[in-house]
């Protein structure tokens, strides 16, 4: 049975159950962080388009909350095998999925809005992006709350 929209919300509240919060005006709702199997987490984080972006300090301070969410959701711990597996020569595969939004064109916007995390997810598993055994990959799935899901995996 469905009750009326006023007395749900009664009920809900007298029971104490808070209803999801909307994100404010000019904020976008993001995904919830998750660690769903080894070697993928899904990061909250919205990807913008830096390549419209004409000022250094904007970019700056994105890459460093880009930093910060990587830290927030992965853990060293989880990381030690690709890093073991990358000193032993083997070339390690990530594929960066940005998450919700508009799309972003696949050649020149999607791969620079997710340079932040690439750089943090790298830095954390102890191998310099240059490398050429790290191959990274970028798609984009929009719609949805905002996000970025990262994929490791040793080749």
């Keep these: 049975m469905k009750l009326p929209p006023d007395l749900e919300r009664k009920v809900l509240e007298l029971a104490g159950v808070k209803p999801a919060a909307k994100p404010r005006r000019g904020e976008v709702e993001l995904v919830a962080a998750s660690h769903p199997a080894p070697g993928v987490w899904v990061i909250p984080f919205e990807c913008v388009n830096e390549s419209n972006q004409r000022r250094w300090q904007g970019r700056n301070r994105r890459a460093g909350a880009a930093w910060r969410a990587v830290r927030a959701v992965i ?8 890093e ?5 020569g083997r070339p390690i595969r990530a594929r960066f999925v940005r998450l919700g939004g508009k799309r972003l064109d696949p050649l020149a916007n999607l791969p620079a809005s997710l340079k932040g995390i690439e750089d943090a997810v790298a830095y954390l598993v102890g191998i310099d992006d240059g490398d050429p055994r790290w191959v990274p990959s970028c798609d984009q799935e929009p719609g949805g709350p905002a996000g970025v899901r990262v994929e490791l995996e040793a080749e």
Excluded at 75 to 82: G, N, S, T
Excluded at 84 to 88: E, P, Q
């Design 75 to 82: 853990r060293i711990a989880d990381l030690w095998q690709f």
């Design 84 to 88: 073991t597996l990358h000193d032993c």
